[in-house]
């Protein structure tokens, strides 16, 4: 197979045009009447009784908010409610097109797409599946043990409703034991996955869910449910194109698209503005597809209004995606009778709008087309509000009752939630060939595990194992032991990455395992992020430490707190490869270990020698965390010059927190961040010919820090200093230097001196060495600050 496409001049220079497809706009036609055959009277009603549901959840949310009551019930609710009234079609039409192993992601608008696809997985699950489900969830069961039912299925939406309305409250019996909220409400056993409190976020994951069901084979499709305003983000477009990249069908060994559809909750309006006509371009967003891939995403334009139409085109779509045709793109027109949120005044639409909208309301519009159709009569719409509304007021009134959190157990469960501390157990992985058949991996095999030779000089010959070769090392085993490991980023193929440290990965594989993301890295992340909370592992890299801010959100509120927002039901084990950069000036070659390592719910790890990158790189492809590792790039031909018995070829692990002392010393603990451990061992010998004899503590790991051993050297030498390549104001140096004081205040001899790079843009390579922190640099810092007798 070439590695490349062949870019053909002698087409493309040619003299053509560039044709576009008709949008098909409300193209559907046909009335209850005409979809008895495929979905037959019994469906048809059950469609008008969950969309009943839907309206009556969402009526006792609002009067909740601003009234402070509903049906005698009274309370006082503080927190936040984005309220579906006027759109139940659009979730109820989709929901009715889905298989049970089908996912959906929302926005924070999505209490409708929760009860939808719940309660067609009970429709469609048998009772003892449906017990096996309710029973993992005892909290909440707990919450139902004093009610009577009739059935398992009507036990199930109690249960559902319950959960909600509990997690929406707040309390302990809510799916997230009421740390989520009303905009995290899910539960994924209903293939129900997180919705999203912040705007377009679902794009990406969605699309990262549908990555692995293509990766792993298995036939059913994810849903990105976005509003109409979200298409004003990039990431979605980054998601889109992700999604529709022409290898997936040209160069993977399984063709075609990811199986996600894009579905554009269009109600006209981003908050306030109006996004036809005010605060967007595209007119419809149906359009946009155009934009994307020469198949215009297959976009239809629908009533979102009518549930059957909206469960029509859904079932298209899904069919094109279970043949490989995807992405797909829905542009579901409805409209919001309520404001963007409860203190919403809704000063920017007429009353006549709103009016007029009303006369279109999906249980109106529906209810008269199941009369009509002959289906249902009115006895069964007063039946069935009469049952909607005691079933709401009495789920309601129980999730009232619920108990809260004790406030002495608040901060001690977040804790247990941010970070699982778990392994994943081994998943084999049969399907590659043998290791030894890899050149590199035999490579490696032949090269000298220590960096010295017998006289004690470095071996520069490219004969000793190197930091690129450890990570190598790593990333490959681990290939074969989790079927489901992939991993992508920009230029990782053929190229090899950041250093070519993946170089020789192509001989053993496939495009599925080992793919060239576009250079999106909001997509690059949060592909990663939906891909593990469907139980994969991925391992992704950014080129370098400063492209992370292309992907701040999906790092800080994606990645960092999916595991606690869903009280610890979802995992995260995805390794976020970091290049710190050199030699390239201020935009590619800075220390950004900061940022994240003061994000809650990430391990940050920033290793400096082979032997410490093998085994922590172990140990983050072991774990359920997310880990963040840090690579500097003037390290990935260092060799292994500390631990005296070189790195062992077999497999170990180095535990994530726990800082290494390289160097022994009594006189100052000098505490080093990434690659600033040589000059620190260069400065200890300056130091020791002047008669101070430092110890050298390499952190290897910065969140968490191992601040028990640090404290152990402090409490011997009394001195800290602290290293660090990164500017110094806001830096990791800092806040260790903070939390060391705190801890060993009692047997310092002087505050800790934090030495590190100053508070400027990064220079171009010719002043790199008046830049950061030198041997001479440190040596003098040290000397002045503590030991001016001497």
């Not at 969402?58 to 309220?83: F, R, W």
């Not at 969830?137 to 707990?142: D, L, R, Y």
């Not at 909600?164 to 799916?175: L, M, Q, Y």
């Not at 390579?765 to 007798?789: D, G, L």
């Amino acid at each position: 197979m070439p590695k490349s496409q062949f870019i053909n001049p002698a087409i493309l220079l040619q003299r053509d045009k560039i044709v576009f497809k008709n949008i098909p706009v409300n193209a559907y036609i046909r009335t209850a009447k005409d979809e008895r055959k495929r979905l037959g009277c019994g469906r048809l009603m059950n469609i008008y009784r969950t969309m009943a549901i839907i309206r009556e959840f969402e009526t006792a949310l609002a009067d909740i908010k601003e009234k402070g009551s509903y049906q005698g019930l009274t309370h006082t609710y503080n927190g936040p409610v984005h309220l579906c009234i006027g759109e139940e079609a659009a979730a109820v039409g989709q929901a009715y097109a889905l298989g049970k192993s089908d996912f959906i992601f929302g926005s924070h608008r999505s209490h409708g797409e929760l009860i939808a696809k719940g309660f067609c997985f009970i429709e469609e699950t048998d009772d003892d599946e449906l017990i096996r489900i309710m029973e993992s969830e005892p909290a909440v069961c707990g919450g139902l043990t004093e009610q009577s039912f009739d059935s398992v299925k009507e036990l199930a939406e109690d249960f559902l409703l319950y959960g909600a309305f509990s997690e929406i409250f707040a309390k302990a019996t809510g799916f997230q034991k009421g740390f989520g909220g009303s905009m995290h409400v899910f539960f994924a056993p209903f293939g129900v996955y997180p919705n999203n409190a912040i705007v377009g976020a679902s794009a990406p994951i969605a699309t990262g869910a549908a990555l692995f069901k293509k990766i792993n084979r298995e036939n059913s499709i994810a849903i990105a449910n976005i509003g109409d305003g979200a298409l004003g983000c990039g990431v979605v477009y980054e998601a889109m194109n992700f999604a529709a990249m022409d290898q997936y069908r040209e160069l993977w060994e399984d063709k075609g698209g990811l199986p996600v559809l894009f579905n554009i909750i269009d109600n006209g309006y981003g908050m306030g503005g109006q996004t036809d006509g005010e605060t967007m371009a595209f007119g419809s967003p149906a359009r946009v597809g155009a934009g994307i891939s020469p198949t215009q995403l297959h976009a239809e334009r629908i009533n979102g209004n009518n549930p059957l139409a909206v469960y029509d085109a859904t079932l298209r779509q899904r069919e094109r995606l279970l043949k490989g045709e995807g992405p797909a793109l829905l542009d579901v027109v409805t409209y919001r009778i309520k404001g963007h949120s409860q203190s919403d005044k809704m000063q920017y639409r007429e009353k006549e709008e709103i009016d007029a909208w009303r006369k279109h309301d999906p249980l109106l519009l529906y209810r008269k087309d199941l009369i009509e159709s002959g289906i249902a009569d009115e006895n069964f719409f007063r039946t069935t509000h009469d049952e909607v509304t005691e079933k709401i007021q009495k789920l309601c009134k129980l999730a009232l009752e619920a108990p809260y959190w004790p406030c002495e157990q608040v901060k001690d469960y977040l804790k247990s939630v941010t970070y699982s501390n778990s392994n994943i157990e081994k998943r084999k992985e049969d399907d590659l060939p043998p290791k030894e058949n890899n050149s590199r991996y035999r490579e490696i095999l032949a090269k000298k595990r220590f960096g010295l030779d017998a006289n004690g000089k470095k071996i520069v010959d490219g004969s000793a194992y190197s930091v690129n070769d450890a990570i190598f090392e790593a990333v490959f085993t681990k290939f074969y032991e989790d079927k489901t490991m992939i991993s992508y980023g920009e230029d990782v193929r053929d190229w090899g990455g950041v250093c070519s440290v993946y170089k020789g990965l192509t001989e053993t594989l496939p495009y599925r395992k080992l793919f060239n993301a576009p250079i999106s890295e909001a997509a690059i992340v949060s592909g990663a992020v939906g891909y593990a909370m469907c139980g994969g592992r991925a391992v992704i890299e950014i080129m370098f430490a400063d492209f992370m801010a292309r992907a701040g959100d999906e790092i800080f509120n994606q990645l960092a707190k999916w595991q606690a927002m869903s009280a610890g039901k979802l995992k995260m084990p995805v390794v976020l490869r970091v290049s710190v950069g050199t030699k390239y000036g201020t935009q590619h070659s800075q220390d950004w270990t900061a940022p994240v390592s003061h994000i809650p719910g990430l391990k940050v790890v920033y290793p400096a020698t082979p032997y410490d990158c093998k085994g922590l790189m172990n140990t983050a492809l072991l774990g359920s965390d997310p880990v963040v590792f840090f690579e500097s790039q003037n390290l990935y031909v260092e060799a292994e010059y500390f631990h005296k018995e070189g790195v062992p070829e077999d497999y170990y692990e180095i535990p994530i927190g726990v800082p290494d002392i390289k160097r022994k010393g009594t006189d100052i603990t000098i505490i080093t961040i990434g690659p600033a451990l040589y000059a620190a061992i260069d400065a200890a010998e300056e130091l020791k010919r002047i008669g101070i004899d430092a110890e050298i503590l390499d952190a290897r790991s910065i969140s968490p820090f191992g601040y028990e051993k640090a404290a152990e050297s402090i409490t011997k030498t009394g001195r800290i200093a602290i290293v660090s390549y990164a500017c110094k104001s806001g830096s990791v140096a800092e806040s260790i230097a903070s939390g060391l004081t705190e801890r060993c205040f009692h047997c310092l001899k002087g505050a800790p001196l934090v030495i590190a790079a100053p508070d400027t843009v990064v220079p171009p390579i010719e002043y790199e060495q008046e830049y950061f922190p030198t041997a001479s640099h440190i040596v003098s810092e040290i000397t002045k600050t503590f030991f001016t007798a001497k």
